[in-house]
């Protein structure tokens, strides 16, 4: 049996049903419209894994007076004339389910024959290789060659409406509610970039931002930590989430304050979480993106996906292959990650350094063109955070430990500024009109030393 003629009785099949009963939600969940060959198949499959998300069944009603099928109800009700039965249902998706991976196998095979054939050196060749085909698996979830844009539009619909109705799908929150609203809701599927100059508490943001991904959303995500050990991310990211200071934990909790040892009873408590948590951390010192590839397909076939992927930091890493210069090193490997976000599905967020430009400029902000060994950071992020307290570079400042967190590019949303408060426990929230106190202040401050220069 052809695949048009299996799609085209499978459709009938449910409609039949009319879009009830556990053997459709089955299928349903089984199949996904790259599994469908003909451009009007993938229309109505569609519009039944949108119904049935919005918990309507999908009959032929339902169907036919869907969005994606405005034009198709003739055909529609055609096939629903020429099925007899919804019995052979289940069949005909494990029919057309085979189908689909023999067909992709062959377009896999077909790209790797392409590849082996080129007069490019080894490495390349198995990099390239590596991106299209699993050695466990034997397939990654890629597509091949340009899209119609009635496909296109199909996506963009699906995407509009998880934002709409479903937005954990599409948007990954990062546990800081000021953040999340300038982003536009969260992080989006893409790379980046969270940047500063030493001890402004980059590691810090990014253990709450793993906090809130992998405990609070029990998300599986990956952790690359090239600078620390294995143990002390773990410090760090239940420090920030119990809440406990650094030191109290490496003290055993001596405190005369706490003779009860209240805080040690909330330690082990938290720390049980860790344990029901997703959360990988690799601590190899010389990672590379191929390494990563590798650990976030091992978390995908075990979960089903991955929901973020960390990596501290990106100067720090392995390249693939030698470049004569270490800022075209850096950009081809700030490209792969990139590509890395759409391959997953998931936010690819990680840590960069500065090349302390920004130390020698009357405002020390840093801005995106600061991020040291490479100009391609800017072109590839999508989003970019330097982090500023003003604490670290003047030391009567009032602002004290209060850290700006500056969206200073964001290719989904608006750019902005919000504030943290660097504890011994992390980062807190600050009450909103602490900081616009120290704003006024400084404006009134700055105003005065107008003044006081035009006299």
């Given at each position: 049996m052809d695949s048009h003629l299996t799609e085209q009785n499978l459709l009938g099949a449910i409609m039949f049903l009319k879009g009830f009963g556990d053997t459709v939600d089955?299928?349903?969940?089984?199949?996904?419209?790259?599994?469908?060959?003909?451009?009007?198949?993938?229309?109505?499959?569609?519009?039944?894994?949108?119904?049935?998300?919005k918990g309507i069944n999908p009959d032929v009603n339902a169907v036919t007076q869907h969005r994606f099928c405005d034009d198709g109800y003739l055909y529609i009700y055609e096939t629903l004339k020429n099925t007899s039965s919804g019995y052979n249902l289940k069949a005909y998706a494990e029919h057309l389910k085979k189908l689909s991976e023999l067909r992709t196998i062959q377009q896999r095979v077909n790209s790797i024959n392409e590849l082996i054939s080129k007069p490019t050196d080894l490495d390349t060749k198995l990099n390239a290789i590596s991106s299209l085909f699993d050695y466990e698996t034997g397939i990654t979830n890629q597509t091949d060659g340009a899209k119609h844009i009635s496909e296109c539009l199909q996506n963009y619909l699906s995407y509009l409406d998880d934002r709409w109705n479903n937005s954990d799908k599409v948007l990954f929150s990062s546990g800081l509610t000021d953040l999340d609203k300038i982003l536009g809701g969260g992080y989006e599927i893409g790379l980046h970039a969270i940047a500063a100059n030493p001890k402004m508490g980059k590691t810090e943001l990014m253990a709450k931002i793993i906090n809130h991904f992998g405990i609070e959303k029990k998300l599986p995500v990956y952790v690359g930590s090239m600078e620390m050990q294995d143990f002390q991310v773990v410090h760090r990211l239940i420090?920030?989430?119990?809440?406990?200071?650094?030191?109290?934990?490496?003290?055993?909790?001596?405190?005369?304050?706490d003779p009860e040892k209240t805080s040690e009873s909330l330690f082990f408590t938290k720390l049980e979480d860790y344990r029901a948590a997703n959360i990988y951390i690799d601590d190899k010192h010389d990672n590379s993106v191929s390494r990563i590839r590798r650990e976030a397909r091992?978390?995908?076939?075990?979960?089903?996906?991955?929901?973020?992927?960390?990596?501290?930091?990106?100067?720090?890493?392995?390249?693939?292959?030698?470049?004569?210069?270490?800022?075209?090193?850096?950009?081809?490997?700030?490209r792969a990650l990139k590509g890395m976000s759409k391959e997953f599905q998931c936010p690819v967020i990680m840590l960069l350094q500065l090349n302390r430009g920004n130390t020698s400029r009357i405002d020390k902000r840093p801005v995106p063109s600061d991020s040291r060994d490479s100009g391609a950071v800017e072109q590839d992020v999508d989003s970019w955070i330097g982090l500023y307290r003003d604490s670290v570079f003047n030391t009567n400042s009032p602002w004290k430990n209060i850290t700006e967190i500056l969206v200073k590019l964001n290719r989904h949303g608006e750019t902005g500024t919000c504030y943290q408060k660097l504890t011994s426990m992390g980062f807190i929230d600050v009450q909103e009109n602490e900081i616009e106190r120290l704003i006024n202040n400084d404006t009134k401050l700055n105003v005065s030393n107008s003044r006081t220069a035009n006299f």
């Amino acid at each position: 049996m052809d695949s048009h003629l299996t799609e085209q009785n499978l459709l009938g099949a449910i409609m039949f049903l009319k879009g009830f009963g556990d053997t459709v939600d089955e299928v349903l969940d089984l199949l996904n419209i790259k599994d469908f060959c003909s451009q009007t198949h993938k229309h109505i499959f569609q519009a039944m894994v949108d119904l049935k998300q919005k918990g309507i069944n999908p009959d032929v009603n339902a169907v036919t007076q869907h969005r994606f099928c405005d034009d198709g109800y003739l055909y529609i009700y055609e096939t629903l004339k020429n099925t007899s039965s919804g019995y052979n249902l289940k069949a005909y998706a494990e029919h057309l389910k085979k189908l689909s991976e023999l067909r992709t196998i062959q377009q896999r095979v077909n790209s790797i024959n392409e590849l082996i054939s080129k007069p490019t050196d080894l490495d390349t060749k198995l990099n390239a290789i590596s991106s299209l085909f699993d050695y466990e698996t034997g397939i990654t979830n890629q597509t091949d060659g340009a899209k119609h844009i009635s496909e296109c539009l199909q996506n963009y619909l699906s995407y509009l409406d998880d934002r709409w109705n479903n937005s954990d799908k599409v948007l990954f929150s990062s546990g800081l509610t000021d953040l999340d609203k300038i982003l536009g809701g969260g992080y989006e599927i893409g790379l980046h970039a969270i940047a500063a100059n030493p001890k402004m508490g980059k590691t810090e943001l990014m253990a709450k931002i793993i906090n809130h991904f992998g405990i609070e959303k029990k998300l599986p995500v990956y952790v690359g930590s090239m600078e620390m050990q294995d143990f002390q991310v773990v410090h760090r990211l239940i420090s920030s989430y119990a809440k406990l200071a650094k030191q109290l934990i490496m003290n055993n909790f001596n405190d005369d304050n706490d003779p009860e040892k209240t805080s040690e009873s909330l330690f082990f408590t938290k720390l049980e979480d860790y344990r029901a948590a997703n959360i990988y951390i690799d601590d190899k010192h010389d990672n590379s993106v191929s390494r990563i590839r590798r650990e976030a397909r091992k978390i995908t076939r075990k979960h089903g996906y991955i929901g973020g992927i960390f990596v501290d930091y990106l100067q720090l890493m392995e390249s693939d292959r030698k470049y004569d210069r270490r800022d075209l090193e850096v950009g081809a490997m700030t490209r792969a990650l990139k590509g890395m976000s759409k391959e997953f599905q998931c936010p690819v967020i990680m840590l960069l350094q500065l090349n302390r430009g920004n130390t020698s400029r009357i405002d020390k902000r840093p801005v995106p063109s600061d991020s040291r060994d490479s100009g391609a950071v800017e072109q590839d992020v999508d989003s970019w955070i330097g982090l500023y307290r003003d604490s670290v570079f003047n030391t009567n400042s009032p602002w004290k430990n209060i850290t700006e967190i500056l969206v200073k590019l964001n290719r989904h949303g608006e750019t902005g500024t919000c504030y943290q408060k660097l504890t011994s426990m992390g980062f807190i929230d600050v009450q909103e009109n602490e900081i616009e106190r120290l704003i006024n202040n400084d404006t009134k401050l700055n105003v005065s030393n107008s003044r006081t220069a035009n006299f």
